[in-house]
């Protein structure tokens, strides 16, 4: 997978816009995930349809708010937008996970050759090692939402990483604020129910148009 982006840099879609560019940094973004090469420009009609979609089914596999342990996914923005402005709009409502080529990046195009994408949008599913396992996985995403996501770990045989510690792309994953409240709670009602327990003597058991052609 490393090698798709050889020699190439992602920017992540932050405040901070953060460069990948090291093959080391690569493999740490993208070894033993599922990439999604999502084809997409502002101006198409079908893509401002899309993204929403799009958004809502990577949000809820890989933010601890909705999931306990982000899924082994990525996602980099392969834009066919016209102008850079254009893209940056695009991007400006997309999840911070997401990446993104630069807009001079001939790879954009290149990409879109090589996995022969004729009409936008369009979601490329890689294996980890680079093989296509979904030409256009849109139709899917659309019928199905994040139970795509086990449908493809098991395709691809997936290395489930359930025994390592949760962990962010950036940073550790963070606990919630009402954590300490409930922990404090549990032990409450704990040492209430091994009182009561020692007390009571009664009853213990109590679809859009056509899409837009690209090339």
Known sequence: ?????SGRTLIRNNSD????????ELSRRLE?????????AGACPRC?????????????????????????????YVSQDPTEEQ?????RDMPEKWFFLPFHDD???DLGHRFSVRRLPAVVVLKPGGDVL?????DEIQRLGPACFANWQEAAELLDRSFLQPEDLDEPARRSITEPL????????????RGRSGCDSGDPQRNPGAGAELW
């Open 48 to 76: 401002q349809a899309f993204a929403p979609v799009l958004k809502d089914f990577f949000v809820r596999l890989t933010d601890e708010f909705y999931v306990l342990r982000a899924a082994q996914l990525a996602l980099v």
């Open 32 to 40: 033993n995930r599922l990439v999604l090469l999502f084809f997409g």
């Open 17 to 24: 816009q953060d460069e990948v560019e090291t093959e080391a």
């Open 107 to 109: 790879l954009r195009r």
């Open 87 to 91: 893209q940056d709009l695009f991007l």
């Open 182 to 193: 409930r922990r404090r709670k549990y032990r409450v009602d704990r040492d209430a129910g």
């Open 134 to 138: 979904t030409n256009d996985a849109t």
């Open 1 to 5: 997978m490393v090698s798709l982006f």
